[in-house]
């Protein structure tokens, strides 16, 4: 989004008093801010409040809202968001109490890991502002009146290590009227984070689905999903005695809890671990606050009496709204579709992420691979724009961006490059086709052309060399050079403002940039062409990316895709590529007659393929093809909006924004018998439903009102769609 925010703030930024002067300062527990108040007449009563690193707001010992992990991750030197509430029903006319605590999350990162957030330029201690208004007047604003106290029960709080949680300490009452703070100290007026404060608008993080945990044996307790999120225990048991509980998603062969590789960036104190002290009681409560993990297990360790009861793991993303699904008669296939749907939820976590363990970091090449799945499986839009203003945010003012935002300062020369800065231009253009909202596109045009200018200087002769290229292939030696797939997408990345530059009318960025990319597509041929469709080795990528980006013309395009589709038939389909070639090889097969061949890519069941994940057990989509690094990632997951967009045949087009005319185009693949999906679009839900009945297709089609659309069907005959269609043919 643009960040453009108007509201003038009559309250104070608050800390609880301690200056932090160096990277090495001391930790502190969580604070605990309180302030009781006045009112006559509660009326159209709105919070306001931004609590760094995350917050959680208490009105007369209730929950303010169900938001966990507020707000979400940023960079705070240049914006950081606001959340509003309406708390007209938490409040009662005389006197009442705010409680609010803060967490350290991103903003405060004191562990010490390889991408140096621990010496953000924002860090500081947590903070926080806020302010309620009663129909529109301020009544109440945080000041030094506020009192604060870091004596409660969070003693420690880490987005990377974990929390520390001891009940003996806990302070009944204390976000109600008549506690008795007369311990606590006044909060002290503080510099604010540095950003700009903006409206929050995307979607809250929840607790969206919780998972029984069911008891392995040697202290293992196994949610059967991988997930992102937290688990919430019952125990009982004396005080003073502590459940410890570390996360993973992976066992060993004796099945004891495998770490190596998800903690290995993580260089100071424990890893996805919390710690519980009980209070006595006869039954305890609690699931940790201000931090979440991602597990499938849970390693847990008891000193002293006590007894675990249960323990649930608690799924928490991003709250956006699910808008497509499909199912088929491929029991393979539609679970690797629960695999995406898991691994995009896990990696949305307030902001697009790459794993929800070893970094939580904001990938931009994970996230522009997958966001057709993620805008044909979700209305993520308002959360992608406020992510995309982040990224502008990371933007070096020569256009240079990071691989990963938000960034403290890590991630510019490696890791990087074209086909990260794609998604700056890449998610508004899908935002544009799928929900018809062309506004983040203008938001990040010139943004994108500063970035189109700093990948310019770095081409040597049009041909850029800078980048991860097929990033994760199975076998090194046979993965196509860099520059090929780069420079791809650079060309691309040329047409894409092009096509904006026109839609737009920006008649002299249309001359240029399609004089800069028609340069691109001789040098890239100059390059990699070898003439008569073949590119560089014959590697699939190089095939694939030839094709989709239009370096091949005429009869070429025939010549490469046949080659391409030998290449894959003599492999049996495996997947022989990276997350370039995972994305391209599959659609161009589909685009040019071969879905059968793009479905056995994804259902066979050998190594390497995404097929062989669901034979192993796997719940959610890995990080590679051996299952060696992580096993919840989604830069894998483009197979949901490639069967969407060829096997249900709903088809996208930037011509057709937000699908105010439809196109349907099934694949009918040969192996499924039969098949389901919708999508509900701006405008209302497309439907379709095709079969195989004695030798015919049996097809369905339900659009939203006053829609067109047609069907075109694989022997070339094409119907008009007016709301519903019912038809049939012989295959």
Not at 213 to 235: P, S, T, Y
Not at 247 to 271: C, H, M, Q
Not at 343 to 348: A, G, M, V
Request: charged share 20%.
């Amino acid at each position: 989004m643009s960040f453009s925010d108007t509201r003038v703030w009559q309250a104070y930024w608050i800390s609880f008093g301690a200056t932090m002067v160096d990277w090495n300062a001391k930790n502190f527990p969580a604070p605990y801010f309180r302030k009781e108040f006045e009112i006559a007449e509660p009326k159209d009563c709105k919070l306001y409040i931004c609590g760094l690193g995350f917050h959680e707001v208490r009105i007369n010992g209730r929950r303010v809202s169900d938001f966990e992990l507020a707000p979400a991750q940023a960079k705070y030197d240049a914006h950081a968001g606001y959340l509003v509430h309406d708390v007209s029903n938490l409040l009662v006319s005389g006197r009442n109490t705010i409680g609010v605590t803060l967490g350290n999350g991103l903003y405060n990162c004191q562990t010490a890991e390889v991408w140096h957030f621990d010496k953000a330029t924002w860090r500081d201690y947590p903070k926080m502002i806020a302010e309620l208004t009663s129909d529109g007047q301020t009544i109440l604003a945080s000041d030094h009146t506020w009192k604060v106290t870091n004596k409660g029960p969070i003693i420690f709080d880490s987005l990377r290590n974990g929390e520390y949680y001891d009940a003996r300490l806990e302070m009944p009452g204390w976000d109600q009227n008549g506690f008795n703070d007369s311990a606590w100290q006044n909060a002290t007026i503080t510099a604010g984070p540095g950003g700009i404060l903006y409206e929050q608008t995307s979607a809250p993080c929840r607790v969206t689905r919780t998972f029984p945990m069911h008891k392995l044996g040697g202290g293992i307790w196994d949610a059967g999903q991988n997930l992102a999120g937290r688990a919430e225990i019952k125990v009982r048991g004396k005080a003073g005695s502590c459940i410890k509980i570390q996360y993973g998603d992976v066992l060993n062969p004796d099945g004891t809890l495998y770490l190596d590789n998800i903690a290995r960036f993580v260089k100071s104190g424990e890893f996805q671990t919390e710690r519980y002290t009980l209070k006595g009681e006869a039954t305890e409560v609690w699931h940790s606050h201000f931090t979440y993990h991602g597990f499938r297990y849970a390693a847990v360790e008891i000193t002293g009496e006590a007894e675990l009861v249960s323990m649930t793991a608690q799924a928490i993303h991003s709250d956006v709204r699910q808008v497509g699904d499909f199912t088929c008669s491929d029991p393979d296939m539609n679970a690797l579709k629960q695999c995406t749907y898991w691994s995009y939820l896990n990696n949305f976590v307030g902001i697009p992420t790459d794993c929800p363990h070893r970094e939580k970091n904001g990938w931009m090449n994970d996230a522009q691979l997958v966001s057709d799945t993620g805008l044909f499986f979700f209305d993520g839009k308002e959360t992608y724009r406020e992510w995309l203003g982040t990224i502008r945010d990371c933007m070096r003012p020569n256009g240079q961006l990071p691989g990963m935002a938000p960034t403290s300062g890590w991630g510019y020369n490696w890791g990087s490059g074209p086909m990260f800065d794609t998604i700056l231009f890449g998610i508004p253009r899908n935002i544009y086709i799928y929900r018809g909202d062309a506004v983040p596109m203008r938001e990040n045009y010139e943004p994108f052309k500063r970035a189109l200018a700093f990948t310019e200087s770095l081409a040597k002769g049009h041909l850029v060399r800078f980048g991860l290229g097929d990033w994760m292939h199975p076998f090194a030696e046979r993965a196509v050079v860099p520059e090929l797939p780069t420079t791809a997408w650079y060309y691309h990345e040329l047409k894409m403002l092009v096509e904006a530059a026109k839609l737009f009318g920006y008649e002299e960025d249309v001359k240029r940039y399609s004089e800069l990319a028609e340069q691109v597509f001789h040098a890239f041929n100059r390059e990699f062409s070898n003439g008569n469709g073949s590119y560089a080795n014959n590697e699939k990528t190089a095939l694939a990316v030839a094709v989709q980006f239009g370096f091949c013309t005429g009869k070429e395009v025939a010549n490469a895709v046949r080659i391409l589709l030998d290449s894959v038939r003599k492999d049996a389909h495996i997947a022989d590529f990276g997350i370039v070639g995972a994305k391209f090889v599959p659609r161009v097969l589909a685009e040019h007659g071969y879905a059968d061949d793009g479905f056995k890519i994804f259902t066979q069941d050998q190594y390497p393929g995404w097929c062989k994940w669901v034979r192993d057990g796997e719940t959610t989509l890995c990080e590679d093809f051996a299952g060696k690094y992580s096993h919840n990632h989604i830069m894998y997951g483009d197979l949901f909006a490639w069967m969407m967009q060829y096997a249900a045949g709903i088809e996208p087009d930037f011509s057709r924004p937000g699908f105010h005319e439809v196109v349907l185009k099934p694949r009918l693949i040969a192996s499924l018998h039969n098949m389901t999906a919708s999508y509900d679009t701006i405008y209302g839900k497309i439907k379709i439903e095709w079969q195989r009945v004695n030798g015919e297709i049996q097809f369905k089609a339900e659009l939203p009102d006053n829609i067109p659309g047609r069907l075109e069907r694989p022997d070339g005959a094409t119907l008009a769609i007016q709301k519903t269609l019912n038809t049939h043919w012989k295959e």
